[in-house]
């Protein structure tokens, strides 16, 4: 067999393997050892090799570190109670307005998302704060469950990332870039979601009914309660752009910022604490071992020459880049539907990234490009987080809305798929969406 039929056997092997639940890292490690024996008749000592140096190498890779921070700052935000003062604050502002707590929810989906960077997080904390609200006033199972589910992709999508990390990493693209280009978009995203909220309540009446008008002292005081969040998002995004930090220091003030705010106004103490150091070491550990079976993966696809030989095939089909382009953002949406969001980076960036490089677009820089395909690519992966039947988000939100079915909640997210699609047709046609802060910074 030639290296391009194996590496696109172990591929859909793999694919075989994630359709039969197998872990997602075991998969990768599984894939990318059947392709080095392939390529070496069966001789193990390529492998061993490459796995004797894997750990280290990636490992070592110091722009990691600032993964388990970005996780800590989060578990700090979620058991110090920041996510209440969040809701808090959108609800004073716009609960009086029909549709306004759901909009509410979203608006602190946004808030907890630029503390936090995981968009299951999102969701379960903000639904433990929201769905009660929501359905002691009075909204729908269809609308709450459908919001909160859609609201908490925002967790990725409003920076800092964890993907947009990784993506980083693989790519050896800027942080800092890519978390000032996602700004927009994740802004277009939120308000987006809103604007569902609003036409199907007009729609709708019932499944949104306007609460109590909140007075300005109640208001000015919930604003004044989240400014310390506004403050660690500041210091964490303009820190690592603005070149006062680098993203590892500027995640380790975000998480110490957190820490102290949870502790002070949250009023966090130590089974707190010690749950959210036990739950950024499980969450670390999981995403550490899904990347080191996508590295011994795609060192596996790099020995069968399959993301090059895909690439000179794409830049010497004549196809329009555009339908290239719209081509991988429909495979995305499809693996969406077996596998998580981290997963379809590592898994795919190695073989489209190459693809997106050699093609011309709006005659974009390099640079530009890179950025531009990472903040798509992350907005495409949010869909798979509420694309059902497997979207990771309505399970969390079925587990904590035990009294809507999940057919209701699919049914609910759907308005916000409509919403997600047309967002990334505009983010397509119009690249200045994620470039113009960029170059403004």
């Avoid at 036409?199 to 007075?215: C, Q």
């Avoid at 752009?241 to 502790?263: D, H, K, Q």
């Amino acid at each position: 067999m030639s290296g391009m039929a194996i590496g696109l056997t172990v591929f859909a092997g793999l694919l075989a393997l994630l359709a039969l639940r197998v872990h997602v890292g075991v998969g990768m490690f599984i894939g990318g050892a059947a392709a080095y024996l392939a390529m070496n008749q069966g001789d193990p000592n390529a492998l061993l090799f490459t796995m004797n140096h894997l750990a280290y190498a990636r490992l070592s890779n110091y722009d990691l570190a600032v993964i388990p921070l970005f996780m800590l700052m989060g578990q700090f935000a979620t058991h110090g109670g920041l996510s209440k003062s969040l809701f808090r604050c959108a609800a004073a502002f716009l609960g009086h307005f029909r549709g306004g707590l759901a909009m509410a929810a979203t608006g602190a989906c946004a808030g907890f998302g630029a503390i936090c960077g995981s968009s299951l997080a999102t969701a379960a904390t903000m639904a433990q704060v929201a769905l009660p609200e929501l359905r002691a006033h009075g909204y729908s199972g269809r609308l709450a469950t459908g919001t909160l589910a859609a609201a908490g992709t925002l967790g990725i999508m409003i920076p800092p990332s964890v993907p947009l990390v990784v993506y980083a990493v693989l790519t050896q693209e800027s942080i800092g870039k890519l978390f000032v280009a996602a700004v927009i978009p994740g802004l277009i995203a939120m308000l987006g979601y809103m604007l569902v909220i609003r036409i199907v309540v007009t729609l709708d009446p019932k499944a949104g009914p306007a609460g109590g008008k909140a007075p300005w002292s109640e208001r000015l005081a919930a604003l004044l309660g989240v400014l310390p969040v506004a403050g660690v998002f500041v210091v964490v995004i303009v820190g690592i752009y603005g070149g006062w930090a680098n993203p590892t220091e500027a995640a380790s003030i975000g998480a110490a910022a957190c820490g102290v705010l949870a502790i002070v106004n949250g009023g966090m103490r130590w089974p707190g604490i010690q749950a959210s150091l036990i739950g950024t070491a499980h969450a670390t550990a999981m995403i550490f071992l899904v990347l080191l079976g996508a590295d011994l993966l795609n060192s596996g696809l790099a020995v069968t020459q399959l993301p090059n030989e895909l690439a000179t095939w794409v830049k010497n089909s004549g196809l329009p880049p555009l339908a290239v382009l719209v081509a991988i953002l429909v495979v995305y949406v499809l693996l969406g539907c077996v596998m998580d969001s981290l997963a379809m980076i590592l898994l795919t960036i190695p073989i489209f990234y190459p693809m997106v490089m050699g093609l011309d677009f709006y005659g974009m820089s390099a640079p530009d490009k890179s950025v531009w395909f990472g903040i798509l690519a992350l907005m495409v992966v949010e869909i798979g987080l509420v694309h059902p039947p497997v979207g990771m988000n309505l399970f969390i939100i079925q587990k904590l809305a035990k009294d809507v079915p999940y057919l209701e909640t699919a049914k609910g997210v759907m308005p916000f798929l409509t919403s997600d699609f047309i967002r990334i047709s505009f983010l397509v046609a119009f690249p200045a969406l994620s470039l113009w802060l960029v170059h403004s910074m």
